[in-house]
Structure formats: C-alpha cells, structure tokens
C-alpha cells in the first residue's frame, strides 16, 4: 500500500513542509496489565524513514519521501510490516 498526498502552495506557503509523527506500537490494553508488562523499544527514526522492532517478533517500517516541483508538493509514504517466521 502507498499513500500519496499531492499539494500546491500558494501565497506565502513556499517553505511549507510535512512532518511524519510516529506512534510507538503498544498494547491497546487500557487496564489489567501484568506488573511485569515490557512496551516494545522505541522506533529507530532515520532519513525518511522509521522502524520499531517488536518484543514478540517482527516489527513495522514506515518510509515516506517529499518532491518538490516549484508550487507543487508530493507526499509519497509506504507503511510495511514483517512478521518472523
């Protein structure tokens, strides 16, 4: 899957760029969780892209890569995911 976000500046909006806020992958468990509960580590965020290893195995990648064409600005992103066999 490939996201795409096309977009066109006008009127002082030149220097605008998108930012990728990541989410640390957690249980979704609100409540009850064993005292001994360990999150997954941080993700590892590089150039344009982050990854985040999971305690159970296998981990997410997402990577994302902007273009820039005088007014014109597009957004191309590619989550993944793997798993361990």
């Not at 977009?7 to 909006?13: M, S």
Request: overall charge positive; hydrophobic content about 40%.
């Amino acid at each position: 899957m490939y996201v795409l976000r096309e977009a066109f500046r006008f009127g002082g909006e030149e220097a605008s760029t998108w930012t990728f806020h990541w989410l640390q992958a957690s249980s979704t468990r609100s409540s009850g969780k064993p005292d001994d509960y360990t999150p997954n580590p941080d993700p590892r965020v590089g150039d344009g892209h982050v990854e985040q290893p999971l305690l159970a195995g296998g981990g997410w990648t997402a990577a994302w890569r902007e273009q820039r064409a005088g007014t014109w600005l597009l957004l191309a992103a590619r989550p993944a995911k793997r798993l361990m066999a």
